[in-house]
Each structure stands twice: as structure tokens, then as C-alpha cells.
């Protein structure tokens, strides 16, 4: 953000900043930054948050139509260190996907909570959710 680093720029406005992943995972993958420091989640304001949705939905357009191999597009946070956080300024990761490529998730997608578990945990969320 300081500019004291060469970086490959796609997107740039008063508040985010868009670049070229220097480790990608496919060609074209992108970082949508904040220039305010928010190094989590929560720390990082709504209009912010919602904003950098907005310019990653136009990046993830732009991805697909730009001539780079792109039948798929991922969206990717990471909040925290369990959830593999190394970098602790929030970004969000824009990348192309087509089959073949190398990226995976691996997790157990066999799990089924029960109905009456599922709606706990949901009413565990909403008893603690911040209204605006």
C-alpha cells in the first residue's frame, strides 16, 4: 500500500486496493486489500467489507471474460489463524478456476447434523448477532 513494493495493480480506489497474487494458485489470482489496516475481520468496517465484495465481484467478471483460463471463480478469506490466516491485514482472494488445476479443500463433506442441531446452532448465532 506504501508503495515501497513492486506490486502488478489491476484495481485502485480511496479505500481498496487490488493486485496480482505473487504466489498464486491459478494465473489471474488477485488480492482485494483494504488501505485502512484491519488485520481480522471484525476489525474491518461493514462499508469497507462491502465494498471490497462489490470490486471483487467486478474483478471476478473481468477474470472470466479476460482471456485467462477461468471456467470457475473462488472467493477466499481467511479470518484468523485457524483458519489459516499468515497475512494479518484482511484480504480477499479472487482466483480463476478450470478443470484441472491444483487447488483443493479437503474436508469431511459427509457430516449431517440433525435438523434439531442444526437449528441450535442457528439460534446460537442469532442470539448473538450485532444488529447494524
Known amino acids: 500500500m506504501a508503495g515501497s513494493a513492486p506490486a502488478s495493480i489491476v484495481y485502485d480506489d480511496a479505500d481498496l486496493l487490488a493486485f496480482l497474487d505473487i504466489r498464486p494458485v491459478t494465473p489471474g489470482h488477485l ?23 462489490t470490486v471483487a465481484m467486478r474483478l471476478a ?8 483460463r477461468c471456467e470457475g471463480i473462488n472467493l477466499f478469506l ?3 489463524e485457524a483458519a ?15 478443470d484441472g488445476d491444483t487447488f483443493r479443500i479437503d474436508a469431511d463433506w459427509s ?16 442470539a448473538v448477532m450485532p444488529t447494524s
Open 31 to 53: 488480492l482485494v486489500i483494504p488501505k485502512r489496516h484491519a488485520p481480522l475481520l471484525a476489525d474491518l468496517d461493514e462499508a469497507t467489507g462491502a465494498r471490497m465484495f
Open 84 to 98: 489459516f490466516q499468515e497475512v494479518f491485514h484482511t484480504h480477499l482472494h479472487i482466483f480463476p478456476r478450470f
Open 111 to 126: 457430516v449431517t447434523p440433525s435438523r434439531t442441531e442444526l437449528d441450535a446452532i442457528a439460534a446460537q448465532v442469532r
Open 78 to 80: 481467511a479470518d484468523g
Open 61 to 68: 467478471q473481468a477474470l472470466r471474460v479476460s482471456g485467462l
